[in-house]
């Protein structure tokens, strides 16, 4: 099955406390991307990247570090979280044919810091 | 800077009405929108995606139109019913640096 999968959904944790959240797909997606998504802010795009070793900053990328170092996998480190961290993350993929193509999501990682 | 506005922020029609959500977006240089819908507490899901050179797309009761001069998108959706109860959101793909920018959603409720 075609999918985007997230690990953990769900997560409490303290300030400073380093954490890594991994994102995997299966569909030999080229374009990878992470998203926040906040009460009356939307979706707001952290870091995105269109192939192996190619990372790019989003809206949001402040407290954030990304690596794509293969092509299913795109993790997401929080080195030191704050609260204003605390959020709905969101990972999704598609092919890069230079046009876009249809993103497909993950279920989601809630991120509690406190 | 592309900004991308949706209305209205929320909306709630009786079962069986058409109607139609709204997407606007300031930098016409876009390689795609992209219309998803959202349950509560859940990921995403795409409905439609038009590319840049197309005026609109279709599936089954939903139609998507896309105007990229004047920065316009409409959903269509036909005859409504409890089950398209969601967020529906739309998104752009920047040409100039392939950033995706979100609109902040409608939130639609069908009342039966």
């Known amino acids: 099955e075609a999918q985007v999968t997230q690990n953990p959904r769900y997560l409490i944790t303290v300030t400073g406390k380093k954490l890594t959240v991994t994102c995997s797909q299966n569909m030999n997606h080229e374009y990878m991307s992470w998203y926040r998504q906040d009460p009356g802010l939307g979706l707001r795009q952290i870091y995105y990247s269109m192939n192996v070793e190619v990372t790019d900053k989003g809206d949001v990328p402040e407290g954030y570090k990304v690596s794509r170092k293969e092509k299913r996998n795109f993790p997401l480190i929080l080195e030191s979280p704050s609260p204003n961290q605390t959020s709905l993350y969101f990972c999704a993929s598609s092919l890069f044919t230079g046009r876009g193509e249809t993103q497909y999501f993950g279920p989601g990682t809630r991120l509690l810091v406190l | 800077k592309q900004e991308v506005t949706q209305i209205p922020a929320a909306l709630s029609v009786p079962e069986g009405e058409n109607l139609v959500l709204n997407c606007s977006f300031t930098d016409s240089a876009i390689y795609n929108l992209q219309w998803f819908r959202q349950d509560p507490g859940k990921g995403l899901t795409s409905l439609l995606l038009?590319?840049?050179?197309?005026r609109e797309q279709t599936s089954g009761r939903l139609n998507a139109s896309l105007d990229k001069s004047s920065g316009r998108s409409t959903l269509y959706i036909a005859a409504s019913q409890p089950g398209d109860s969601a967020t529906y959101l739309c998104?752009?793909?920047?040409?100039?640096?392939?950033?995706?920018?979100f609109g902040k959603g409608t939130r639609l409720h069908i009342l039966p």
């Open positions: 998104a752009v793909k920047r040409h100039r640096d392939d950033k995706i920018i």
């Open positions: 038009i590319q840049s050179s197309q």
